[in-house]
């Protein structure tokens, strides 16, 4: 199947400070993507639609200001977690999709601030 | 009233048994249909699409009833690696951006 990659696999934060997480399709081209967030025991939960050359699309909910997406280019989407605090400590998922429809999850990313 | 319900289990069966998953969906303008593996602390992976006509991929079998918004998932010869949370999942469609709905998962523990 289709490979995304993302990056890094973990950080640890000290609250108030920002964090970047890349999420590359591997092998193919991906003019959408998508940003997941679980909690424990939870299942995924859709954050934001990232659209290569155009604003990113959130979910009611998700603060626009504080997790500010980028999709530069067609292999690669980036969220920053801006000013991260405790409760924004989670796994955090990226997908890309394929002209078929289907979606192919980067391996994800845990987030934990303290 | 969620998008996607399942059975949350845990399902704790022995080697070689027969499981099943249920899931029902609300919306009725879903497009497709998929079962997800999650295995702890880890991405999901596609297990398999789901068809009206039902399709089978070795031991697992997928059945979808339109009509009734109801998905399954069978599990023939369980093995200790198929332990793992089965994830169902719905997408809208092309028109309404491809969002995947993702149930919350229903847990499987297969045991020696």
């Known amino acids: 199947g289709a490979v995304v990659s993302q990056h890094p696999s973990w950080v640890i934060c000290k609250s108030g400070t920002s964090v970047k997480i890349e999420c590359r399709s591997l092998?193919?081209?991906?003019?959408?993507m998508f940003w997941y967030r679980q909690f424990p025991k939870q299942s995924l939960m859709l954050m934001a639609t990232?659209?290569?050359?155009?604003?990113?699309?959130?979910e009611q909910g998700v603060e626009k200001d504080k997790f500010l997406i980028n999709h530069a280019s067609l292999t690669l989407s980036t969220l920053t977690v801006t000013s991260a605090h405790p409760e924004d400590s989670s796994f955090y998922i990226c997908s890309a999709i394929l002209t078929s429809g289907t979606q192919f999850f980067g391996p994800g990313t845990r987030l934990t601030v303290l | 009233r969620k998008e996607v319900e399942q059975d949350p289990g845990p399902f704790n069966v022995p080697e070689g048994a027969t499981v099943a998953f249920n899931c029902t969906y609300s919306n009725s303008a879903s497009q497709s249909f998929f079962w997800y593996r999650q295995d702890c602390r880890k991405e999901p992976k596609l297990l398999m699409s789901v068809y009206s006509s039902g399709n089978e991929d070795g031991r697992f079998t997928a059945q979808l009833n339109r009509a009734s918004q109801y998905i399954s998932l069978l599990i023939r010869d369980s093995k200790l690696s198929d332990s793992a949370t089965y994830l169902c999942?719905?997408?809208?469609?092309?028109?309404?951006?491809?969002?995947?709905?993702f149930g919350a998962g229903t847990i499987l523990r297969v045991k020696s």
């Open positions: 990232s659209n290569e050359g155009s604003k990113a699309t959130y």
């Open positions: 999942v719905v997408n809208s469609g092309w028109e309404y951006g491809n969002k995947l709905v």
């Open positions: 092998d193919f081209q991906a003019t959408t």
